[in-house]
């Protein structure tokens, strides 16, 4: 494949990326309750993932893998917990 349509390809994907990253964080501020928080938590952090693992295919360096095994695990820990210690909206 020619390097400039990969690299058209991978910008396009980094836009997306980005915009969804921007649409969630509205969601974690504006959300009308906690589990929208949540779930809007969540995708931030799979953003997060595909933003490194874009950058591993712009730049070929495997280095920052170990990181996106931290967000996830770190991720997975946070729903874990709050689903956990959750109270319905509104209860004391």
Do not use: H
Not at 32 to 52: H, K
């Amino acid at each position: 494949m020619n390097e400039t349509i990969y690299n058209v390809f991978l910008a396009i994907a980094a836009i997306f990326i980005f915009a969804g990253f921007f649409i969630l964080a509205w969601r974690v501020i504006v959300g009308p309750d906690s589990l929208d928080r949540v779930l809007a938590n969540d995708g931030i952090t799979a953003s997060l993932q595909c933003a490194l693992a874009l950058y591993i295919c712009w730049t070929l360096d495997t280095t920052v893998v170990n990181v996106m095994i931290v967000i996830a695990l770190l991720g997975f820990i946070a729903s874990l917990s709050v689903a956990r210690f959750r109270k319905r909206d509104g209860s004391l």
